[in-house]
Antibody
């Protein structure tokens, strides 16, 4: 079955770089797209970016200058790197499969499989 | 950015009651809308995609409807396991955006 699992440091110092890994199983990264989404404690969800099955990327313009998403298809891993971290970047970080539906008229995208999330705290 | 205004922010319902949650997009999103359920301490789970299509394995008491800028999620017959936060999300334009969430509790 499809599984995604995030891993990375739980604590990052302000101004440092965050590096997270999403390890997937049950699907191939060359035919599936993966997004990163984060959720500050007690708050809503923010889409960060996507790496498409062809390796292309798209980012949320609000954080684009600080964010990079890449992958290693041989290891079934997707990576997130975000620099210049501040306390407001404290959040649960999720990776999720970005799936699509097309019925000949409507084209829709959605997140159908999610990892359990990894909590990242930015603090000195 | 497309703003997704979700209402109500919270509500409580009795077991068996029918519940509706709404999302209003700041511009038309052509049915490119999904609904998620998030239980406490867990990751979100997909309920509905393409505005009205039920994800495999999701109970049929969940349904989605809407078009243009207005969309809704209905739970026909509240169950104890439905107590959770619910979010809408549009994928029509970048950046993808989520509603602020609805906290659904049992009365």
């Amino acid at each position: 079955q499809v599984q995604l699992k995030e891993s990375g440091p739980g604590l990052v110092q302000p101004s440092q770089t965050l590096s997270l890994t999403c390890t997937v199983s049950g699907l191939s990264l060359t035919s599936n797209s993966v997004s990163w989404i984060r959720q500050p404690p007690g708050k809503g969800l923010e889409w960060m970016g996507v790496i498409w099955s062809n390796g292309g990327t798209d980012y949320n313009s609000a954080i684009k200058s600080r964010l990079s998403i890449s992958r290693d298809t041989s290891k079934s891993q997707v990576f997130l790197k975000m620099n210049s971290l501040q306390t407001e970047d404290t959040a649960m970080y999720f990776c999720a499969r970005f799936a699509d539906y097309y019925d000949g008229y409507y084209h829709a995208y959605y997140f159908d499989y999610w990892g359990q999330g990894v909590m990242v705290t930015v603090s000195s | 950015d497309i703003q997704m205004t979700q209402s109500p922010a919270s509500l409580s319902a009795s077991l068996g009651e029918t519940v509706s949650i709404e999302c209003l997009a700041s511009e038309g999103i052509s049915n490119d809308l999904a609904w998620y359920q998030q239980k406490s301490g867990k990751s979100p789970q997909l309920l509905i995609y393409a505005a009205s299509r039920l994800q495999d394995g999701v109970p049929s008491r969940f349904s989605g409807s809407g078009s243009g800028t207005r969309y809704s999620l209905k739970i026909s017959g509240m169950q104890p396991e439905d107590e959770a936060d619910y979010f809408c999300q549009q994928s029509y334009k970048y950046p993808l955006t989520f509603g602020s969430g609805t906290k659904l509790e049992i009365k």
